[in-house]
């Protein structure tokens, strides 16, 4: 009998309190990858006429997967509030507005790739509310350092339907079993290697890089050799960094003045899954894991993967 979703009970202090929550991802992700699959033949790709609050146009299947994502953390009864790439202010689940917890999520990431049906991911963390029960959740609640995250994780819709998660008790990945409809624990403590030969960025932005972070690169490129792999996904490209090594980044630059990806749904949950599988997860000169955040929709530079490329990048 194949472990599922039911094991991260067992795993840590956090996880029994976590795995509700963490199956409803999974049901979420089980509905998008579904909707993803007929997109193209149910006239669902493009633009859905709406910019997000970062001014980005959205895309029909950025929504849908919003809606989706949302009504399975309400079906969980365990979350209070929503913060969401796609929505401009938390959301209150309003019968449960007295549960434990809040979901910061990026519903679906890496929604350029759609139009030539590449990877795309969900990215989501969890943390305690601060305020009292009794109260209605607010966005102060989700403003919390990535050392309070309770669970983090990521979904990769590839050739196969992923969910990598952690409850702080390492990283382990499940693929989705379509004939037994249910995710089936495949990377059990997954670590990525002390070092490893790949980079990945969008090199295309390099002259407009802050911090001389072009120059490092150069210098990283010689001294190591390494090869290039960008697929424009964070989550893919993540996780081919976790399971291979390298260095995945997105420095800030010209346009992104502090960085393109966002702290609380991008970042964060990536900094968090990069650490428990013993990797290093930097935003230049400070750990991801120790901003503190000062908004919902907050922007950072961000160099995740193995120690010796990050160490390497960064000295
Ligand atoms: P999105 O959340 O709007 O899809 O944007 C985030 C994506 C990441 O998945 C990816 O790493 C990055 O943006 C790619 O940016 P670029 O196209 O500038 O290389
Ligand atoms: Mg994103």
Known sequence: MP???NNIAKQGEY????????QGVGR???EIAAVLRGAVLRGALGAAGGENVQGEQQQ??????DEIFLEE????????????EEQEELLVIEEYSHADYLVLVDPLDGSSNLDVDGPVG???????????????????DTLQSGRHVIAAGYVLYGPSTMLVCSVGAGVHGYTFNPAAARFELSHADMRIPES??????????????????????IRLKQEKGLGMRYVGAMVADMHRTILKGGVFLYPADDKN???????????????????????????????????????????????????????????
């Open 257 to 315: 003045v502090t960085g393109k990806l966002r702290l609380l749904y991008e970042a964060i949950p990536m900094g968090f899954i990069m650490e428990q599988a013993g990797g290093k997860s930097m935003s230049k000169d400070i750990a991801v894991l120790d901003i503190e955040p000062e908004a919902l929709h907050q922007r950072v530079p961000v160099y995740l993967g193995s120690k010796d490329n990050v160490d390497s990048l960064l000295g």
């Open 3 to 5: 472990s599922t979703l």
């Open 196 to 217: 490893g030969g790949y980079y990945s960025v969008n090199e295309a932005n390099k002259a407009k890089w802050a911090d001389n972070m072009g120059e490092n690169l």
């Open 60 to 65: 029909m299947l950025d929504v849908l997967s």
């Open 15 to 22: 996880g029994s309190a976590m795995m509700p929550v963490i």
């Open 28 to 30: 979420a992700a089980i």
């Open 73 to 84: 953390m309400r079906s969980t009864g365990f979350v209070c509030a929503v913060g969401s």
């Open 122 to 140: 969900t990215i989501f963390s969890v943390v305690k509310r601060k305020t009292p029960n009794s109260e209605t959740p607010h966005v102060s």
